[in-house]
């Protein structure tokens, strides 16, 4: 870095070579009027007859969990006011309680027109953690467990024209072994690399005014070499189905076909081929009318195949050029303060020369999907698997269901280029995992998305899996590159970390999808509850050497098809990320993008998966 630049550590993100700069709201952003989060939290499936009910919410702590039994959902003078989706551990919810927090509970009104009863009422949720229970008018309209997933409940029967109420409540036990927690901290304060809680609701809730006759959910599959999208849609009534596509304005093509209801076969052939591939967001957008229904959304049309040691998206060799993002913002926690930082975020990493992300232990929020998928930014789609115990039969009834619902959200995003349900199945006091259950979601994943890869559990411990990949923090760079050097030249078996728990047999693609996470505090403060992997660097330099030769060690292995680098940006007391939580660069970012964006070895044309 020149002597005359800014410190790394008090630079701005608006700083950082390439364009960082946010494109803009997501369609579908009402008028804010204040709300926090305004804009429809699902652009793929987007109806303009919705409305956000963001913002103010009454609110209290249940700590005794005794609110059921004291009927909250009828009669309740609620205390407090909570700025919904934050969840009450944030800053940005206005209440900023970070204890531990059993159980807590919502309250607001809503006022309905004899129009808006027309159809159909719909409230849906993008998640609330963990087991939600939700009342209208104070009678109960539906429950969900599963703190990343959404859900929906019909609450026509319910509502009437004019003011109604709506109650929520939320208990979470993130002690007890018995609900998937990711990363959030199992202790009252925050250590190692696990952070702050969330409890309750975290993402947008709103109202959606829908016809009888509609279209209750789409699945898209393409073809990029006929240049097609097959769908299919979950109707209600009868009528007939219609779909126009559109690239950048330009008509693409149509398609029709009648229906009864329920499960609809339809298939969109298009006119122009543009291909969505990594830094090229191409997609095309669709109107989908059923009846009196119209959804709006979009398609990427991408291929994804293994061959060898090779990942190839539409037919060529991508080395995946990864960095960890854990989704966690210093304000919001789970939840991002506005549209524009999640985008940032992307933005930030690609000008850092990566191509993508393991969005780790979390499921993220369909909106940030939306960014990965017009901005090209490879993404692999994980659960939030630590803090359950999956060494009890009790975890194929906890994680299946959630699980499922997560790939059933997220199918349709082309960004998604792959699936990993675990992540580092350790053992729980001394107990070890029940492969049955890694198996299980492994080939439950396959048969719902054959086309994508699944790894069934990141880094270890592998039952079955259609990657190969390990965990490896190793600091010393000769002893990471020499590691896997004899491998890639052919002359030694599949490295292996954990010799007595796996192996990896015949040839499987592989990759290094967690390395580095090297300590490094620009601030010099290096307080002793900072954490970080191995020795920490003492200075920007001895931070970009290292991560130059580990990674290079990396990309100029024939056989390796990718890696991913813990992390994107610090969390918290982890201060391992090139950029630091408030995403200010903590290196020269210019330099990391040299490092990333050479051409690999099985990138070259002479590659070969052998």
């Known amino acids: 870095m020149p002597s005359n630049a800014m410190p790394s550590s008090t630079m701005s993100a608006d700083a950082v070579p390439g364009s960082v700069m ?22 793929q499936f987007r109806r303009s007859t919705w409305r956000n009910l963001n913002g103010p919410w009454e609110f209290d702590l249940d700590l005794s969990v005794s609110g059921t039994d004291r009927r909250w959902f009828e009669k309740h003078s609620f205390t407090r006011t909570i700025t919904v989706p934050f969840c009450p551990e944030s800053a940005l919810s206005t209440i900023g309680f970070t204890d531990f927090i059993p159980c807590c509970w919502y309250r607001r009104s809503f006022d309905l027109s004899d129009e808006d009863r027309a159809g ?14 939700v009342y209208v008018n104070g009678v109960h309209a539906g429950a969900h467990k599963g703190g990343y997933t959404p859900f929906s409940i019909d609450i026509s029967a319910l509502v009437h024209s004019g003011t109604n109420e709506i109650v929520v409540s939320a ?105 969505w591939q990594p830094g090229e967001g191409n997609i095309y957008d669709l109107t989908l009318t059923f009846g009196p229904d119209v959804v709006h959304s979009y398609v990427g049309l991408r291929q994804i195949r293994l061959d060898g040691y090779r990942f190839l998206i539409n037919g060529r060799s991508v080395f995946q050029r990864l960095v960890l993002d854990q989704g966690f913002y210093p304000e919001g926690i789970y939840t991002a303060p506005s549209a524009a930082d999640m985008e940032r975020d992307i933005l930030l990493s690609q000008a850092a020369g990566f191509n993508g992300a393991r969005l780790h232990e979390k499921a993220f929020e369909p909106l940030y999907l939306y960014y990965c998928d017009i901005h090209g930014y490879l993404a692999w789609g994980e659960m939030a698997t630590w803090g359950f115990d999956i060494s009890q039969p009790t975890g194929y009834e906890i994680f299946i269901p959630e699980w499922m619902e997560a790939i059933q959200r997220d199918v349709n995003h082309p960004a998604i280029i792959g699936w990993c349900p675990f992540n580092e199945t350790w053992d729980f006091e001394g107990r070890r995992q029940l492969d049955g259950l890694l198996r299980m979601a492994y080939r439950l994943t396959k048969a719902y998305d054959p086309e994508r890869p699944c790894i ?25 590159a020499g590691r896997y050097e004899a491998w890639g030249r052919g002359d030694a078996p599949t490295p292996e970390l954990y010799p007595d728990r796996q192996r990896c047999t015949g040839v499987k693609p592989f990759f290094i999808s967690e390395y580095g996470g090297i300590k490094w505090d620009p601030t010099r403060t290096q307080s002793s509850d900072s954490w970080g992997y191995g020795q920490q660097a003492n200075s920007e330099k001895e931070f970009v050497e290292r991560y130059r030769g580990l990674t290079e060690a990396l990309l100029g292995n024939p056989r390796m098809f990718g890696f991913c680098y813990t992390q994107l940006y610090d969390v918290e007391q982890e201060q391992n990320g090139i950029y630091d939580y408030h995403r200010r660069p903590k290196v020269d970012i210019e330099e990391i993008r040299r490092i990333n964006t050479a051409i690999a070895a099985i990138e070259r044309d002479d590659a070969s998966a052998a």
């Open 456 to 480: 069934d559990t990141s880094g270890h411990y592998h039952v079955e899996t259609d990657i190969y990949d390990l965990h490896d923090y190793e600091q010393s760079v000769e002893n990471f």
């Open 120 to 133: 159909d009422v719909i409230v849906h949720f993008g998640a609330v953690d963990y087991e939600a229970h």
């Open 171 to 275: 208990t979470d036990d993130t002690r007890g072994r018995m609900q998937p927690t990711g990363k959030q901290c199992d202790r009252y304060d925050s250590y190692s690399c696990l952070y702050t809680r969330t409890t309750g609701i975290w993402q947008t809730v709103w109202l959606e005014f829908v016809p009888q006759v509609r279209i209750d959910r789409v699945r898209y599959r393409t073809d990029i070499h006929d240049a097609t999208v097959s769908m299919e849609a979950q109707l209600q009534g009868s009528g007939t189905l219609k779909v126009s596509a559109s690239f950048k304005g330009s008509p693409c093509g149509e398609a029709s076909v009648h229906s009864d209801g329920g499960l609809t076969m339809l298939t969109l052939p298009l006119c122009e081929t543009h291909l």
């Open 22 to 43: 946010p494109s803009g709201p997501a369609p579908g952003n009402p008028p804010s009027g204040g709300i926090p989060r305004p804009e429809h939290p699902n652009p």
